[in-house]
């Protein structure tokens, strides 16, 4: 077997274990207030999350243009395989062990990787400064704008709702989290899968099966099916920090919170801009909170997932830097 195509198999293999490992980290975000609610039962949350991220993965594919072509462009590279082995490396270990420890990080592990694998790989002068600038400033006001997002329309729930039995009003919004649960898988996998669909057609880039970054038909299968089934298996330890640790969530503040996660990222996806499902989720979730009672939050816990966000880029880039010096 020609040694090009052998490791353009092994990229392809690397990037869908890391959509797997994905849809088993990130996507407990997603479901995470509905499960805590009980407004869905557990496996019935798993398996609606994974059928919504396939649909939402293989209905976009303007991130995956954005992943694949704003770090670096593939076509410089004359060894952008093996930079590509050591992105996925590093950022695979690191969501294996934030999971580990049920802190919600993120696939933008994937950016960080990417940068310093390039960095180290390539040089500095084949990374793409403004293209990576742009997406590391749509990781950090996305948060910002989440929390914003999640606290008014908590607010405003709260005025609404004011004179009515708490007890009726969850009762109800606890059927409504069924639509917002679903509608926050849905959005994961029009942003999220669309990371290593990138990183396969960077790869087809490199190795000059293709011309362009046109994501192919068998790549948005092979990624969406990839995060379907990791989410299949569930991440119980990011559901339980999520859904628990942070404040006691009710289903009003559920709803809340997936509403306000989801239409941030779908504005994202619209825009091509990869975000952070975690960092959505979980600064709605802040901010319903912060608008319910500011003392209701566990803001130690919340700390302790801020300071995962903000190491994770520089970790990962000296990781993936680290990894392809060893290797190649």
């Known amino acids: 077997m020609d040694t090009s195509l052998l490791i353009i198999i092994i990229v392809i293999i690397l990037a869908l274990g890391f959509d797997f490992i994905n849809g088993f980290h990130d996507t407990a975000n997603a479901i995470a207030t509905s499960v805590s609610t009980r407004a869905l039962k557990p496996r019935t949350a798993i398996l609606m999350a994974a059928v919504m991220n396939f649909l939402g993965a293989i209905m976009f594919t303007g991130v995956a243009k954005t992943i694949g072509g704003s770090v670096a462009d593939p076509a410089s590279l004359d060894n952008g395989l093996e930079v590509l082995i050591a992105t996925l490396l590093a950022a695979i270990i690191w969501n294996l ?30 990374l793409n400064w403004s293209g990576f600038r742009t997406i590391v400033e749509g990781l950090i006001f996305s948060p910002l704008i989440a929390f914003a997002v999640g606290y008014i329309v908590m607010l405003i729930l709260k005025w609404i709702f004011a004179h009515r039995s708490p007890h009726t009003v969850n009762k109800g ?102 975000v952070s499902t975690t960092h959505a989720i979980t600064s709605a979730i802040l901010g319903v909170g912060s608008a319910k009672r500011f003392s209701a939050v566990r803001w130690s816990m919340a700390g302790r997932i801020v300071v995962a966000w903000v190491i994770t880029i520089p970790i990962v880039a000296v990781m993936a830097g680290g990894i392809y010096m060893l290797l190649f």
């Not at 062990?97 to 084949?126: M, Q, R």
């Not at 068998?218 to 640790?245: D, E, F, P, Q, R």
């Not at 996660?261 to 504005?267: D, E, P, R, W």
């Open 97 to 126: 062990i934030t999971w580990w420890f049920g802190i919600p990080s993120s696939s933008h592990a994937l950016i960080g990787a990417l940068a310093g694998a390039v960095y180290i790989g390539g040089g500095p002068d084949k």
């Open 173 to 274: 919004f606890r059927s409504m989290q069924v639509v917002t649960a679903a509608l926050q898988s849905f959005t994961h996998g029009t942003n999220d899968a669309q990371k290593a669909m990138g990183i396969i057609t960077f790869a087809l880039v490199t190795a000059r099966f293709q011309d362009h970054m046109e994501v192919p038909l068998w790549v948005k299968i092979a990624a969406a099916t990839a995060m379907a089934l990791g989410t299949s298996i569930g991440g119980w330890k990011i559901i339980k920090t999520m859904g628990t640790k942070i404040f006691k969530i009710e289903p009003i503040n559920g709803f809340a919170a997936d509403m306000s996660a989801a239409s941030v990222i779908f504005g994202a996806t619209l825009f091509h801009l990869p």
